[in-house]
Every structure is written in C-alpha cells, then in structure tokens.
C-alpha cells in the first residue's frame, strides 16, 4: 500500500493550487483582473456610444426637406397695353422639387401656394398630398391662373405690360408633413417655397427665377 501513497498528493491537485494562492503578489491577481475588465468595459461602452452617435447624427437627423421651383413657364399670355387700365392673363406652369435629404420617408398633405404682384394675390395653385422618399428629390408640376383682374388698378402698370418691360412676381407654399426615419425618428416638418420671378410680355418667358 505504501508505494500508493506518494500518488495520493499529485491527485490532490487543488492542494498545490492552495499553497500558490498564498503568496501575496498572486492573491492581487483577481484584483488586477477585474480592473483590466472594468477598462474594457467602459472601452466598448465608449466604442458603442460614438458609434450610436456618429449613427444618430448621420442617419437620425432630421432634415427639413427643400422646396422650391425648379423651372417655370409661360402659357396662354394674353395682354393689353391701352390704357387707363391694361391687363394680362397667363397660365404659369412650375415644376417643384421636394428635395429630402433624411433617411427616411417623407409624408406631405395638400396645400395651397400663392403667386402675388406686389402686396396682391394674383393666383393661387394646389398641391396636391404626396411623398418624397428617403434620399431621393419628389417632382411634381402644378400650373396656376394669374390674370390682372384681381389688382386693384393697373394704370400703373402699362409700362411694365408694354414692350420689353417685365413683372415682378413672387410666390409662396408652406408644406407640412411628416417625416420617418426608419421608426426611431418621427418628426413634423414645414418646408416653405419662397420664390421671386420677372416675366417679360413680349418674350412670353420667365426670367430671375430664385427661390431661397
Ligand atoms: C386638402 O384637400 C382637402 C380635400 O380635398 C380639402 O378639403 C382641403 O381644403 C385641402 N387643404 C388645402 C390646404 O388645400
Ligand atoms: C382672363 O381670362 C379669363 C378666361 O379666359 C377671362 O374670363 C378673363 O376675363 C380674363 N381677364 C382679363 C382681365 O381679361
Ligand atoms: C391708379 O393709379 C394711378 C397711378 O399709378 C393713379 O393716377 C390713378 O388715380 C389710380 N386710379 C384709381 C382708380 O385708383
Ligand atoms: C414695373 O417696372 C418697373 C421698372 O421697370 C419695376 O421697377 C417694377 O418693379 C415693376 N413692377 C412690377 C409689379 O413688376
Ligand atoms: C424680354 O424678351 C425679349 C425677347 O426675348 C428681349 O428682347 C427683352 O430684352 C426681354 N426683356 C427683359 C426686361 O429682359
């Protein structure tokens, strides 16, 4: 039985692992361990947290779309330059742009846009409800009735009827509609087309188009 004994420590295995534990500088190890862990924890917590902010500044913003014309055109230009009171009668014919820059949908109702002459409203034009997807620019055309019969007196305005003189024209829209990216961010957005033009009579064309 006795050359079975010397056996018996190497089984007992834990023992040897006991004695080790009592030097000092490996008793710190779990110590040292769990510090490194609490690094990298809050490393990953770092990664994860700029990601999600790269993420949600890119992708989650929410952009108010642009509105705006894109081209306008002259139809149906019919003017008189006798006086005292001349007038015009034209049909404009826009194209808008809806330009959403989001990663995600947006969802617009109906409006009505104005076309002034100064401080009058001179026509008015729908649009209609509709949708501009993500990352991509909705065009739609619309066309409005302008005609003088809505200004209060035109006598004024016989020079810029005659030849070569123009009319200064401004329009403005105001949407509203809902913007959704990807189910996380779901915002209500009002683009506005503020546009000015010039239209010359005897080119029958529109001329300065901006819009801001
Ligand atoms: C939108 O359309 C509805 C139904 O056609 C109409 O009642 C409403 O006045 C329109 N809104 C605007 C701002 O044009
Ligand atoms: C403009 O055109 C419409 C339809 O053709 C007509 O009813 C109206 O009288 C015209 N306006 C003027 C000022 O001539
Ligand atoms: C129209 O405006 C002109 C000047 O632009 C003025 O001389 C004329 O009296 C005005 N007519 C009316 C009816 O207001
Ligand atoms: C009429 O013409 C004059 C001079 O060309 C210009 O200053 C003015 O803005 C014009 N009026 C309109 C309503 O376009
Ligand atoms: C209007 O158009 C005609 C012909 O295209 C051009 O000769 C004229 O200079 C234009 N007028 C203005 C004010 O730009």
């Keep these: 039985m006795q050359p079975h004994q010397p056996l018996a420590p190497v089984q007992d295995y834990p023992r040897s692992d006991m ?3 009592g030097f000092k500088p490996k008793a710190l190890r779990p110590e040292e361990k769990s510090s490194k862990c609490l690094v990298y924890v809050l490393a990953i917590m770092v990664i994860q947290g700029t990601v999600l902010l790269i993420f949600g500044t890119i992708f989650l913003r929410a952009t108010t779309p642009g509105f705006e014309f894109g081209s306008v055109r002259v139809r149906n230009l019919k003017y ?7 007038w015009f009668n034209f049909t ?5 742009s809806i330009e959403n820059t989001n990663f995600g949908d947006f969802r617009f109702d109906n409006t009505t846009g104005t076309v002034w002459c100064g401080p009058v409203v001179v026509g008015e034009f729908k649009v209609p409800k509709g949708r501009a997807q993500a990352r991509a620019t909705e065009r739609l055309y619309v066309s409005v009735d302008v005609g003088s019969l809505r200004l209060p007196n035109t006598t004024g ?5 005659s030849n070569s003189g123009f009319l200064e024209l401004s329009s403005h829209a105001k949407l509203s509609g809902k913007l959704n990216i990807m189910n996380i961010v779901k915002r209500t957005r009002q683009p506005e087309l503020n546009c000015i033009m010039k239209l010359n009579f005897t080119g029958g064309s529109v001329h300065g188009l901006e819009c801001d």
Excluded: H, K
């Excluded at 404009?92 to 808008?96: A, F, G, H, P, R």
């Excluded at 305005?157 to 009827?161: A, D, K, V």
């Design 19 to 21: 004695e080790l534990g």
């Design 80 to 86: 008189r330059t006798n006086l005292p009171s001349p």
């Design 92 to 96: 404009l014919v826009m194209s808008i």
């Design 157 to 161: 305005l016989s020079s810029n009827i």
